[in-house]
């Protein structure tokens, strides 16, 4: 009898050990990151995971600075965020949850000028989803060779190309008064031009 019991307390110790090893916290963790492209939140998502506070607030600063330029990419975020997670000697498994779907990544920019009136003002804010997936009539934000950021409305894509337009058809013009005492006139024509697809940054969702 007193072998039996032995035998008994034996297979509860390695039951217990057994259950103590399934819920040992692990550095392979999951983690969302949720955003509307003006605020963002990382979480953990692993069951009975206890991250650093340090790292989760290293992964949210950077994923802030992430969201907001032009030239971040999901893979990109996901990337920073491994990097930031292995200086604590974690890995992690990034989704990003957004208005606009998983995985789907959101822009904040500001109009800046009078080409989209009446459509968008002067100091409107956007929120841009970015995506190579446009069509004619959508409004995209794309970087031009020497405007840097501009946003328009696509008139036609052929090939690889795509042509945007303004939508303010009005020519402006202001008058300058030199040094000189001279006073240049300044014509101001709707922007019209040919781009290459892939300078498309995104579609303006949300204006």
């Not at 946003?151 to 008058?175: A, P």
């Amino acid at each position: 009898m007193k072998l039996r019991s032995w035998f008994v307390i034996g297979i509860i110790i390695l039951g217990v050990m057994a259950t103590s090893a399934c819920i040992a916290p692990s550095n392979n963790i999951g983690i969302t990151i949720d955003t509307n492209g003006t605020n963002v939140t990382v979480k953990s998502t692993t069951f009975l995971s206890n991250p650093p506070s340090q790292m989760m607030s290293e992964m949210e600063q950077q994923a802030l600075t992430d969201i907001e330029s032009s030239n971040s990419t999901v893979e990109s975020v996901k990337s920073d965020m491994q990097s930031v997670a292995k200086k604590y000697n974690y890995t992690v498994n990034v989704t990003i949850n957004s208005q606009f779907g998983t995985d789907q990544l959101p822009m904040p920019a500001q109009v800046s000028g009078t080409s989209m009136v009446p459509t968008l003002q002067d100091g409107q804010s956007i929120i841009v989803l970015k995506t190579k997936d446009f069509k004619v009539n959508d409004i995209v934000v794309a970087v031009h060779p020497d405007y840097g950021l501009i946003v328009k409305r696509v008139g036609q894509i052929s090939g690889n190309q795509v042509y945007l337009i303004s939508d303010n058809k009005n020519i402006e013009t202001t008058t300058v008064k030199l040094s000189n005492g001279a006073v240049e006139t300044i014509t101001k024509t709707p922007y019209k031009g040919w781009l290459p697809k892939s300078n498309v940054i995104g579609v303006v969702k949300e204006y």
